[in-house]
């Protein structure tokens, strides 16, 4: 057992920790007065407080919310900073039950004090420890009655054809009215792209204030993430001047400069949102959050250089059929506000959107560089990405190089080595050796756990951080096993190729992902950054490892 670090006669070091939500029956609980009665209760039991954490709009009902200060006061007293909290009501600390119960293991396991300015908690005894287990559990069941409610109040507003809650899009005010500059810029977007030659990209651009011929039309406007935000602050600074200073709330820092350019996948949103069209659509919450975690994951695979062709169609990042509602009969339910484009638009553009015959950019979603994501970055060790002028360091820039002469050179390499070694093309493994089958096996217990833990999070057995450690440990894992599987498949394909008498000549002549497939097997490439000043291509600069 770990016990307090507080000797002998000396005063117990407390913190108190203060949180007011934004749920309105907690606006009367001000943090003034929060702040008083856990400072009287410190001084009643003689308790020297060492520091106040305070979380101001912060939901303790939403498990996945960030708490900073709740967060700080974890760490602290993990590094021994206090032996007690004071919190001036139980709900005020949490409402997850899984969070209590790491309370109470401090306080059985470390012998952590915890106590409520009410009264009506202490962890150091067995009744105050099940007072506060029945009160979590009564809180969460309250919350979960009270998402039920409000889960069926937005499925009933759907169906009626109201506009949405929330956040609004682009085009449309909170109330479902159309906004007359942003309506244009929407309706000239969806005019832009079902042209023959309209683009993601170009469109991307023209919102960014950089148009071509083909997308002109398209006006500038700030990135709507930054006009949302600039909106809250506006409405806060409102409300902020009827409230006394100690309930005003902070503004929101902005998540981009109004002029930052717009990425393609904020114009894809726009694209295939039902609501321009008219339609009536509700997403549940769980899918929003389902969507936002897999479209990050897909976006660290492209920017890893592990993503799959899947990946690249940007056309299927997101499905907004399914979001339509319907009614008894199944037709789709149209909304009450007046749509931006006509459905027929829609469904063209949808179409288009759909079509993996469909170029999004300048040229192919097809690599165009031999070593984008294969060579190696000789100061960070990561794969650099291809740039229009060669190759460049994904992380900090440390490599930034001409392409042509690094990949003739590697080719020159690559081709002598099969033609004076033999052994190079003769020593490749099969597809169907025990080691692969050892891999598969591994790759599924993983993504196993996986999904074992997102069971235990969805019945509240283990918190977010723990189903974020499980989920960042196995797929470390996973990432590491599929290079391995990407290698043994990659060697299956390639047996054929180097099993010739000529491996060099075909290697050569092999078409771009044969020719990396090859590299990739039979050798590692790294490349140097150049000291600047340095004219022309210098082969030591390019490192080649044999595998």
């Known amino acids: 057992m770990v016990t ?34 856990c400072e009287n209760l410190a001084k009643f039991r003689r308790w020297e407080v060492v520091r106040t954490y305070t979380d101001q709009s912060k939901s ?17 007293y993990e590094a021994g900073a206090f032996d007690a909290i004071i919190c001036w009501d139980l709900d005020r600390l949490t409402r997850q039950p899984r969070q209590l119960e790491d309370w109470i293991d401090r306080a059985e396991e470390r012998g952590l004090a915890l106590v409520t300015a009410n009264g009506d908690a202490d962890l150091s005894t067995d009744g105050g420890r099940m007072y506060a287990r029945i009160k979590a559990a009564v809180a969460r069941a309250e919350m979960e009655r009270k998402s039920a409610r409000q889960k069926a109040a937005h499925q009933q507003r759907a169906r009626q054809g ?53 997308h002109a039309d398209v006006p500038q406007l700030p990135r709507h993430s930054w006009t949302l935000n600039d909106e809250r602050n506006a409405r806060r600074r409102r409300e902020n001047k009827k409230l006394p200073k100690e309930k005003q709330q902070p503004l929101r820092k902005p998540p981009c400069a109004p002029d930052a350019p717009w990425p393609e996948s904020s114009v894809l949103e726009i694209l295939r949102n039902p609501r321009y069209a008219g339609y009536a659509v509700y997403t549940q919450k769980k899918d929003r959050r389902q969507a936002v975690a897999e479209n990050a994951e897909k976006q660290a695979r492209l920017d890893n250089g592990t993503a799959t062709d899947e990946d690249r169609q940007r056309g299927r990042r997101r499905s907004w059929r399914d979001q339509i509602v319907t009614d008894d009969d199944g037709q789709p339910i149209m909304g009450q506000w007046e749509p931006i484009i006509d459905v027929e638009t829609w469904q063209a553009v949808q179409a288009k959107l759909d079509d993996h015959r469909r170029v999004t950019n300048s040229g192919s979603t097809r690599r165009k560089h031999t070593g984008s994501g294969l060579y190696l970055c000789g100061v960070c060790g990561l794969p650099v990405r ?15 190089r001409t392409g042509a002469p690094i990949d003739e050179y590697v080719m020159d390499e690559i081709a002598e080595r099969l033609a004076s070694a033999p052994e190079a093309s003769a ?48 797929r470390a894992e996973i990432e590491r096993l599929e290079r391995e599987r990407l290698e043994f498949t990659r060697n299956a394909t390639t047996v ?3 099993g010739t008498s000529d491996p060099a000549g075909l ?12 590299i990739d ?15 022309g291509f210098d082969p030591g600069t390019v490192q080649i490892t044999w595998k």
Do not use: W
Not at 60 to 70: F, G, H, L, M, S
Not at 528 to 535: D, E, F, N, T
């Open 507 to 518: 290697f050569k002549s092999a078409d771009l992902e044969g020719r990396r497939r090859i």
């Open 496 to 498: 054929p190729l180097l």
């Open 4 to 37: 307090s670090s507080t000797s002998a006669g000396s005063a117990t070091r407390a913190a108190i920790y203060l949180r007011i939500s934004q749920d309105r029956e907690a606006d009367g609980l001000a943090l003034s007065r929060q702040r008083e009665d």
């Open 162 to 214: 109201r506009a949405p809650k929330g956040v609004r899009p682009l085009g449309y005010d909170t109330a479902g009215h159309q906004i007359p500059a942003e309506a244009k810029a929407v309706n000239a977007i969806y005019r832009a792209f079902n042209d023959d030659k309209g683009t993601l990209r170009g469109i991307a651009r023209a919102l960014s204030g950089k148009p071509d011929e083909q």
């Open 521 to 535: 097997i039979i050798a590692a490439v790294t490349l140097l950054p150049v000291p600047q000043g340095r004219r």
């Open 60 to 76: 303790a009902t939403d498990k996945t919310a960030v708490r900073p200060e709740y967060d700080d006061m974890i760490a602290d």
């Open 386 to 400: 291809g740039s229009s002028r060669g190759y460049r360091c994904r992380t900090e820039g440390h490599v930034n």
């Open 427 to 474: 020593t490749v493994p099969t597809s169907d050796s025990p080691q692969l089958a050892t891999v598969v096996a591994d790759l599924d217990g993983l993504h196993a756990r996986i999904q074992r833990a997102e069971k235990d999070y969805a019945t509240n057995l283990i918190e977010a951080a723990d189903l974020k450690r499980v989920r960042d440990t196995a």
